[in-house]
């Protein structure tokens, strides 16, 4: 199976940055549509940020935009999320997912791959 890895999570104080990073495996997945969603203990997971198999076009959640940027490096079967701007709010289990059939993963029902989360918490 595909399989994606997070890192970069941790510990940030509010108004900080942080940069995760999602490692995918084999070729073909280097294309596929990927994107980045989170979770709090008790609530559903929700949608962060999606980019297209390319690059050429990305989409955030209303509660991200201006602060997150997604993008990816398909030679290195990469996909980043660059976290600034953070606020407690922010604080959650955050995955990686990816769409084997070309499908922008614009919610969970699309995504086909998880990774195994990299937990981020925003605190004073």
């Known amino acids: 199976q595909v399989q994606l890895v997070e890192s970069g999570g941790g510990s940030v104080m509010p108004g900080g940055s942080l940069r995760l990073s999602c490692a995918g495996s084999?070729?073909?997945?280097?294309?596929?549509?990927k994107g980045w969603f989170r979770q709090v203990p008790g609530k559903e997971r929700e949608f962060v940020a999606l980019?297209?198999?390319?690059?050429?076009?990305?989409a955030y959640a209303d509660s991200v935009k201006g602060r997150f940027t997604i993008s990816r490096d398909n030679a290195k079967n990469m996909v980043y999320l660059q976290m600034n701007s953070l606020k407690p709010e922010d604080t959650a289990v955050y995955y990686c997912a990816a769409n084997g059939q070309y499908r922008n993963v614009i919610n969970t029902a699309s995504v086909d791959y998880w990774g195994q989360g990299t937990q981020v918490t925003v605190s004073s």
């Open positions: 084999g070729h073909t997945s280097s294309t596929y549509p």
């Open positions: 980019i297209n198999w390319n690059g050429a076009n990305t």
